[in-house]
C-alpha cells in the first residue's frame, strides 16, 4: 500500500508543468534569440540604406564631374562645397580644384611655378546617417584646358588676394602694366579678370619684364592702410610667376575729439596695432582702418616707438609717463594707455573720445582774430614728460580765434608745450603769457623754464 501511494504522489508531481525558475529562463533565451534576429534585421535594413546611399553619393560624385568637363573656360572652374536632397538624405559634395603645373607641381592660387597644364578636380560625397565606419565616395579626375594657355616664348602671372582669415577676396580689379624698369615687358593686350570667389585672377600671355601688379575697390584697404596696391613682378618665359595681397573691407573707428574743445586743424592721431603705427595728419571720423581683429590703440600726437633709430616720440603715450609728482605737486600713479578699439570688416566701432590734455588761455579778445600755435619741447625731469626726439617734437595750428567769452579751451596731446598767438596760421608772433595758461582737469601746470610752458600730464588724470 505505501508503495501505491508513492507511485501516485510521484505521479501527481510530474504533471504539476514548469517552475518559475524554467519560466523565466525560457523569457530569458527568447528575448536574446529575438534580439539577435531584430538586431540582424536593422543591421541588414542599415547596410541596405547604406548601400544606396553610396550609390547615390557615387552618381552625384559622377554627375558633378560631367558638369566640370562641361566648362568651357577652366579658369572658371572652382573649388566649391555644396548640398542636395535626394529621397530624403542630404548629401554634400565638396570639390578641390587645383592646377597642375609641367613639372607636374601643384599649383595653388598665389604660388609661382612652371605653366599651367591642367586642373585636378576631386569629388568628395559625404550624407546625413553615413556610419562612422564608411568612408564618403572619391572621384579624382584631370582636366585639359580647351585651348592653349601657355607660350614658351611668354609667361603666366598668378594673382592672390586674400583677407587676414586667409579666405580669397572676389571681385577685386587688376591691373598690370610695365614697370619704370620695364626689362622687355609690354602693355597688356586684354584687361585682366576680377579675383574669382578664391580671390584669385591669372594673366596669361604676358611679354617677360617687370610689371607693376595693382588691386583696388573702393572702400578696401591692405594692412599698410593703402587702399590702392602696387607690387612689382618679374615674368620669365614658360614659366608663372605669383603675387600676393593682404586686403579687405575697412572698418570705421568712431572717433571723437574734446567736446567744446578747440583742436588742432593738423593733429596727428596715432594708430597703434600688433603690424605697426598709422598716423593720420588731420583729425577724421569716423577713420577707415584695415578691420584688425585686435583693434587699435588710438592716441592724439604723432607718436612713435621710442625705440626706434633715431628716439621716436614717447611723450602723446600715457603709458610712458611713470608713477611721480606731477608739476602741481600731486603724487601720481603711472598713465594708462587707452583701450584698443576695433571694428569688423564693414561695420563701425562703438563711438569713443580719444584721450587729450586741456588748458585755457585768459585774456584773449573778443573776435580777436589771431591765431593760436602750439610748439611741442622736451620738458625737464621734474615734469614726468617722457619726450621725444628733437625730430619728432610736434607744431598744432588752431584756426583763427573766434570766441564767445575771453576764456578758451584748447586740446593738445600730452606733452609739454609753448603757446604762440599770430595774425596768420602758424604765426609765432607773441608767446602767450605762463600768467594767462592754466590746465583743465589732470594735474599738469606752468613753468617758466624754456621761456614758459604749459604741461599736459595724463596721469591720475
Known sequence: MIKLQRLLARARANQDGLTLVEVLIAVVVFAIISTGVAYTIVAVLNITKQSSSREEAANLAAQDIDLDRSIGNLFNLLSDTYTTNVNGTTYTVTRDVEWVTDGSVTAQCGTGGGNLEYKRVNVSVGWTGQLGSTAPVHVDTLINPDTRINDASHGTILVSVKDQTGAGVPGITVTAIPDATPNGATT?????????????????SVTPGNYDVKISRSGYLDVNQASTVTKVISVTASSTASVSFQYEQAGNLSVNYPALTSIPTNLDTSYISTYGTYTTGAPVSPQPLYPFSSGYVVLAGDWDDPAAPGGGCAAPDPAAWKAGTALDGTSVPDGVRPQPQAAAAGGS????TVPMGRFTISGLALNSGLFVTAVQVNGNAATGDPGCATANLSTY?????????????????????KIYTGSSAGALTTQVAISKLAVVGGHGGTQSSNGGTITLDPRGS
Do not use: M, Q, R, V
Open 397 to 417: 595750428k588752431f584756426a583763427k580765434a573766434n570766441l564767445l567769452t575771453s576764456l578758451s579751451s584748447f586740446a593738445l596731446p600730452y606733452g609739454t608745450w
Open 188 to 204: 597688356l593686350t586684354t584687361t585682366p579678370a576680377a579675383t574669382d570667389d578664391e580671390g584669385c585672377t591669372y594673366i596669361l
Open 349 to 352: 566701432s562703438p563711438s569713443f
